[in-house]
């Protein structure tokens, strides 16, 4: 009796647990994942494939001959569409901005926080990508000239995570 009554105790905690990636709606294919802690609470985030948009949540760009790459992870909404919670934007040897967005904008570079890279990224000609990072990110607002501004007296969270993933080479 008592084995019955954990079992279904651990199918209510699952039930009740995180979104997943089998939660996006079947327009989005999954070909990344970040593992987060924010603030000491592990988290999960998606990085997707778009079908009918046919674009990725991992974008390469290259400026001047310089390379970077913008790796935006999502969460599922209620409807199975995707809710960017992190924005990352990866150098070859750095990171130049992690914003996180949830319960409020927090950003490194345009608010005044931190962040670093572990080690340097795993960037494959395959489009397979690997890093984790470490941050100190600042509640952010827009201002009415549509510039950001730290919120004044605004909370600061730490970050660090880890994203394993693909972006696409063609």
């Given amino acids: 009796m008592m084995n019955r009554i954990n079992a279904l105790a651990a199918v209510v905690v699952i039930s009740a647990g995180p979104a997943a990636a089998q939660d996006f709606s079947s327009r989005y294919t999954v070909n990344g994942q970040y593992d987060l802690i924010v603030d000491g609470q592990p988290m999960t985030a998606y990085t997707t494939f778009d079908t009918e948009k046919n674009r990725s949540s991992v974008d390469r760009h290259e400026v001047m001959g310089k390379v970077f790459y913008n790796v935006n992870g999502s969460i599922p909404k209620p409807d199975g569409d995707t809710k960017t919670l992190l924005s ?21 570079d345009i608010a005044g926080g931190t962040m670093a890279l572990d080690a340097p990224p795993q960037i494959g000609e395959d489009g397979s990508m690997a890093f984790s990072f ?34 696409p080479t063609e």
């Avoid at 990352?88 to 490194?108: C, E, K, R």
């Avoid at 000239?145 to 919120?151: H, K, L, Q, R, S």
């Fill in 88 to 108: 990352v934007q990866l150098w070859p040897d750095h990171v130049s901005d992690i914003q996180y967005l949830n319960d409020g904008m927090f950003g490194a």
């Fill in 134 to 167: 470490t941050g100190t990110l600042v509640e952010f607002k827009f201002t009415s000239d549509g510039d950001f501004a730290p919120v004044e007296g605004g909370r600061v969270i730490a970050i660090s995570g880890s994203y394993s993933g693909q972006y």
